[in-house]
């Protein structure tokens, strides 16, 4: 008996927690009778058909679905007339449409997700109507007299409307941090190839909505897609500083003149020119990150260094003592030297150490901020 009551009780738990990852998606769309509905999963950069159904004589339809997790689904009619929702497992949605195309003014109840997923588009949609407006009145007076008058107050107008749909966004990620939703109000875009948050300073919030569901949803698709999507932006960034810098060492001279631990002055060019590659790494004893970050290119300087590769390693401590310690504590073969004055930090623009550039032996920067696996995936890179 005990044997049949503990089998009983395995088959209630698996087939409630069977129940749990289900979504059912049901609806009634009453312009629509008897006509053919889809529902797709939208993966990172497609969307993978997953059921049909026909809709019944009173526009009644039902969709049946397992999700593991949160996901986002397209409800359509056509590949253009669709609504996007967000189910997390064990949610009954339930949509409600009066006009056959189906964005305009449907209701969606069930699902906390799919409720913000509709606000983001409602909004995105006035603001695009919008936009639409004041390009259509462009068009209808360029070339014609009083145009040069109108075109300011035009552009005016659209430069508000586009702000004010940033700022909302903004404050919506803010507020929905916990929800997947916060990545849908990442990506919108008022047209093919305008996002509304276009600003290369909005990748923090693209870290902090990426950094807040790692916590929540670790193993979820979407997050991590997200993280790598992060990853490759983050590279953009960093290339575009790295290029801002080269353009600015036309004017800036990029050398150094510091002195060493035996209070020699030991010039930067003078390093770069004998190796094949060198790596000016800002840091000070104070640091923790700065600490282990010199030990992990320790171990890298060991493998690399005979094939050309050095550290020209600059200290910015205030304290000479502190900085000799730790480089004898930590037995660091390279080039040491030390910047009281911090002069090297400001020309290179050093708020706060760990910071690296690694140059060539032509003087080029080509690359910065490689810290960890990067830098190691880098020298391998060159040096393998």
Not at 152 to 177: C, E, T, W
Not at 211 to 227: F, H, S, V
Request: proline content about 4%.
């Amino acid at each position: 008996m005990r044997k049949v009551f503990l089998l009983i009780l395995a088959v209630l738990s698996f087939a409630a927690c069977h129940r749990r990852s289900m979504v059912v998606i049901s609806g009634h769309l009453s312009a629509a009778p008897k006509q053919m509905v889809y529902l797709d999963r939208l993966e990172v950069d497609r969307g993978i058909p997953v059921d049909s159904v026909k809709t019944g004589r009173d526009g009644h339809f039902r969709f049946k679905v397992p999700v593991e997790e949160p996901t986002f689904f397209l409800l359509r009619l056509t590949p253009n007339n669709f609504i996007t929702l967000l189910a997390e497992p064990g949610e009954r949605i339930r949509v409600e449409a009066d006009s056959l195309f189906l964005p305009a003014g449907y209701r969606v109840s069930g699902s906390e997700g799919s409720v913000l997923v509709k606000e983001l588009d409602d909004r995105l949609r006035e603001t695009v109507r919008r936009t639409d407006s004041i390009a259509r009145i462009y068009r209808e007076w360029m070339g014609k007299p009083g145009f040069d008058t109108l075109k300011p107050r035009l552009d005016s107008l659209y430069n508000a409307v586009m702000k004010a749909q940033r700022r909302y966004s903004i404050g919506f990620i803010l507020q929905h941090l916990h929800s997947p939703a916060a990545i849908k109000a990442l990506y919108q875009k008022i047209d093919a190839n305008t996002y509304v948050l276009y600003d290369i300073k909005d990748l923090q919030y693209m870290k902090i909505v990426a950094d807040t569901l790692k916590k929540y949803y670790p193993e979820a698709k979407m997050t991590r897609a997200l993280m790598q999507d992060l990853k490759k932006e983050m590279a953009r960034y960093n290339e575009l500083r790295m290029q801002s810098l080269l353009r600015e060492a036309k004017e800036v001279d990029l050398d150094l003149a510091l002195p060493d631990v035996n209070g020699d002055t030991v010039k930067l060019s003078s390093v770069w020119k004998r190796n094949r590659y060198t790596l000016l790494t800002f840091w000070a004893s104070w640091s923790t990150q700065s600490i282990s970050d010199n030990l992990y290119i320790l171990q890298l300087y060991k493998k690399y260094h005979p094939k050309g590769f050095e550290v020209y390693a600059v200290s910015l401590d205030g304290d000479k003592e502190a900085w000799l310690r730790q480089v004898h504590f930590d037995e660091l073969p390279w080039v040491n030297v030390w910047d009281p004055a911090s002069e090297a930090a400001r020309k290179y623009n050093v708020q706060l150490p760990p910071v690296n550039f690694l140059f060539d032996n032509q003087g080029q920067v080509v690359a910065r901020d490689l810290h960890g696996k990067s830098l190691q995936i880098k020298l391998s890179q060159l040096f393998d």
